[in-house]
């Protein structure tokens, strides 16, 4: 595998690992609060559908994300009501809502569309209605091989190691891949530096401790619950509107599950779920160039072995052979105030 | 002190949490603008007004039934077993193996072989997740989603690998041989010049599922394993101190359990497909769990629930068929059922908890105001 293809695939990586870590994040801040989410990828379903939905019709790309994270907290405040205020298994809620979400978006895409469950490509609803990819400055993008009259693919190939690292791998995103990498610090500063990330993470291990101090266990649950949703929104949205032009039937296909798999993998931190998220998306990204996984490692691999394997290192990471994974200790358990 | 009598919990809440479920439901086919009284109309014709439609809705009940017991003993033992479709799924690798590989003379050989196969595929899926939670700790939730994805990647290798016979294009095995026949409502029921049943799926591995709901409640009520499993469930601790192995129990719950759903391929693969297709299990491990919260994990109350849902299944696949509705509505009313009957069954037991207080507050209240002037 030459240093380009090498590069290919990175960038491939990237726009993959994104989704994964918007939805890492989001059952982040959940599961430190002490709620279970498994339905990560409902929410991230219903967003996909809402933003190209919303997208399409107003042809506003922003505006549909918007509706995308408005359908996301909608299901939140769903799973918050079961697992909160009705104190449900949470575990069940989160299936429900997974279900919920794969049958609402295909019943409604079908009602306003009727286009057997997808919304129209979003690429004729004008330039406005996805998100674009955005070319870094000094970058080599379609402009530069417009002005140079030559395909992009010969003048990357021409360009020095550190600019081809640049035009390939670090521009030419879109603005949600920026804002996804950026949510990795913020995650980080906002759990382990502020008054608010203290409390909700003593919410997930002892809510009992948090309740005697008078702070309201279930307006930190609650607040943890919509946090998710909003970046589970964002995640939804940026599969549709970025990474695709549209949305189809059944779009998330298991990246909640793998997201849920990523946080696991990096035992609820933020920096680690960057790296976990990454290694998912560059197995992903692996998994669509076979060719090149073949003459990399000399044997035949087949693509299900590498479809199956963020998988298989959660089960492996869970059965706790490298090293040991511990959720929050008050996690899937409604908080009952008089015992 | 139980707040609420039996027949309230058992009966009076899961109704009304369907019922609300239903509503709901209703509202949403009013919303995408369909008729919901016409919708049922569609699906009770469909699914109940022929012997044809009730073919289909006992097929897709029996699957129903097998994945439902499923998770419902796994519940028993407090464990949640969202792996039902992949140990489906290897059930079916189990029966497609031993369908292919045995010459079997006549199906009432090749049915109980097939049976241990698929029990033992699927039991053997259930028990990698069991032992990493009896041994290791990890959440059988997460393990089982898991497995479910690793069984789906692994049929698909297997299917296009291995088992795909040379030449063929779709990946699927081979038409399982004549001897591997089971004999369909249509051989059985149709006495005379008219045929019933004709062309349903329904085949005689509905009694079969019959059966195992009566041996699940055997075991459950009438064991003492199922006892075992029952205190497990109710109390580790206690369990702990009556000598109750959590291991064992585990194990044992997970391994019936995984067991269970695999003997769903024998009426999927063996009875209706005759050969292994990728998509035989066709979501039918997830309906198990809306089956099994909706009949409270009691047997009678799987079997009638997954009549419901067989209903459901083929009443919306005539509505699918005849209207602008299209087949998710079932996955909607699907995630509705678990909703209201699992995760939200607090808010219709908490006002209903008040209700009965308040009656049980007033009668003796009502018995003393009576007693007085006797005084």
Not at chain 2, 19 to 41: Q, R, T, Y
Request: net charge neutral.
């Amino acid at each position: 595998m030459d240093f380009l293809t090498f590069l290919q695939i990175s960038d491939t990586a990237v726009r993959f690992a994104i989704p994964l870590l918007f939805a890492c994040l989001a059952g982040l801040f959940s599961e430190r609060a002490g709620i279970f989410d498994i339905g990560l990828e409902g929410k991230m379903l219903a967003a996909a559908f809402f933003s190209a939905a919303i997208a399409a019709l107003t042809g506003n790309v922003w505006i549909g994300l918007l509706a995308g994270i408005g359908a996301s907290i909608a299901l939140s405040i769903i799973h918050g009501l079961a697992s909160i205020t009705f104190r449900g298994n949470q575990l069940i809620s989160g299936v429900a809502i997974n279900f919920l979400a794969a049958g609402l978006t295909v019943l409604i895409a079908q009602d306003w569309f009727s286009q057997g469950g997808r919304t129209p490509s979003l690429s004729d609803f004008g330039p406005n209605a996805r998100f674009t990819k955005i070319e870094l400055p000094f970058a080599i993008g379609p402009t530069e091989a417009e002005a140079a009259g030559q395909p992009l693919s010969i003048l990357i190939k021409e360009a020095t190691w550190f600019q081809q690292i640049y035009s390939e791998l670090i521009s030419g995103h879109s603005i949600l891949v920026y804002v996804g990498f950026l949510m990795v610090p913020l995650t980080w500063y906002v759990l382990f530096r502020t008054r608010f990330g203290l409390r909700l993470r003593a919410v997930g291990e002892n809510p009992a401790a948090v309740d005697t101090a008078g702070v309201s266990v279930v307006g930190l649950r609650y607040a943890a619950v919509a946090i998710c949703g909003i970046l589970c929104g964002m995640a939804g949205a940026y599969l549709a509107t970025g990474l695709q032009a549209g949305f189809v039937k059944d779009m998330s296909s298991g990246r909640g599950f793998i997201a849920l798999a990523a946080l696991i993998f990096a035992k609820w931190r933020p920096w680690y779920a960057l790296w976990a998220c990454l290694l998912f998306g560059f197995l992903q990204a692996m998994a669509l160039r076979p060719d090149a996984v073949e003459r990399l490692v000399q044997i035949d691999i087949p693509g299900q072995l590498l479809d199956a394997l963020p998988y298989i290192l959660t089960v492996v990471i869970l059965a706790g052979f490298v090293g040991k994974a511990i959720p929050p200790r008050a996690g899937g358990e409604p908080y009952v105030k008089e015992r | 002190m139980d707040v609420i009598p039996k027949w309230a919990d058992a009966l009076l809440i899961p109704l009304i949490s369907i019922l609300i479920a239903f509503a709901i439901s209703a509202g949403v086919i009013v919303a995408i603008g369909e008729d919901p009284v016409a919708a049922l109309n569609t699906m009770v014709t469909g699914a109940l007004g022929s012997s044809y439609g009730w073919g289909y809705t006992l097929y897709y009940a029996t699957n129903f039934i097998f994945t439902g017991l499923a998770v419902a003993v796994a519940f028993h033992a407090r464990m949640f077993n969202i792996g039902g479709e992949g140990q489906a799924m290897l059930g079916g690798v189990g029966v497609a193996l031993v369908c292919l590989f045995i010459p079997f003379p006549h199906w009432i050989l090749a049915l109980p072989v097939a049976l241990i196969g698929g029990a033992l595929f699927g039991a053997a899926w259930a028990a990698i997740p069991a032992y990493l939670q009896a041994k290791r700790g990890s959440h059988i939730v997460i393990t089982t989603i898991m497995f479910n994805f690793i069984a789906g990647s692994l049929l698909v290798f297997l299917l296009v690998e291995v088992l795909k016979p040379a030449g063929a294009m779709d990946p699927a095995t081979a038409k399982f041989p004549e001897g591997t026949h089971l004999p369909t409502f249509q051989d059985m029921f149709s006495f005379g010049e008219k045929p019933a049943f004709r062309g349903a799926p329904a085949n005689v591995t509905f009694f079969i599922a019959l059966l195992s709901c009566f041996a699940v409640w055997l075991l459950i009520w009438r064991t003492r394993l199922g006892y075992a499993i029952r205190a497990y469930g109710h109390s580790e601790p206690a369990a702990l101190y009556a000598g109750i192995s959590p291991t064992k129990i585990i194990m044992i719950a997970m391994l019936i359990s995984g067991g269970l759903s695999g003997m769903m391929a024998i009426n999927a693969v063996m009875g209706e497909a005759e050969r292994l297709v990728l998509n035989s299990v066709e979501g039918a491990g997830f309906i198990g769990i809306a089956v099994a919260l909706m009949g409270r994990s009691h047997p009678l109350g799987v079997l009638l629930a997954a009549l419901l849902f067989g209903f459901l299944y083929q009443g919306g696949a005539e509505l699918s068929l005849w209207t602008n509705v299209p087949r998710e509505l079932i996955v909607v009313i699907q995630a509705l059922v678990i909703l209201f009957t699992g995760a939200l069954d607090n808010m219709v037991r908490m006002p209903l908890e008040k209700l009965f207080l308040l009656f049980r507050r007033k009668a003796p209240e009502a018995a003393t105001t009576v007693a007085k002037p006797a005084e």
